[in-house]
């Protein structure tokens, strides 16, 4: 099964390119990552690797999932390296230096949603 999959991989990459690519042209970048186990035989349970959702705006209205095998800031650093505009993502420090880079021109947008869920929580303790 593992062969069958790579080679749809194979197939599907120059559709997932151009995929990429629009959600890359996009004025606002939407981005997040997920956890998921992976198997691992050096180790005797699985390890968590990520996958990156990259959602575009409405003109360029695609979503491209990127998978690393750990939370580094090289993942989105490599997948966004040719984009410029809006990012909007969570507080992690792996963007930072995405952020902070001039040349790269990205502008970052903050995500709502841990302030809103600490404000939901406190509803609870009153």
Known sequence: MADWMRRCAELTSPLYERMKQTVLSSKVVQTDDTPVPVLD???PRTRSGRIWTYVGDTRHPYTVYDYTPSRSRDGP????KSFHGFLQADASSGYDQIYQDRERDV?????WAPAR????????QI
Request: aromatic letters at 16%.
């Open 41 to 43: 035989p050096q180790l």
């Open 77 to 80: 650093g490599e997948f966004l």
């Open 107 to 111: 502008t970052e947008v903050a995500c």
């Open 117 to 124: 869920r600490n404000f939901y929580e406190a509803q609870s």
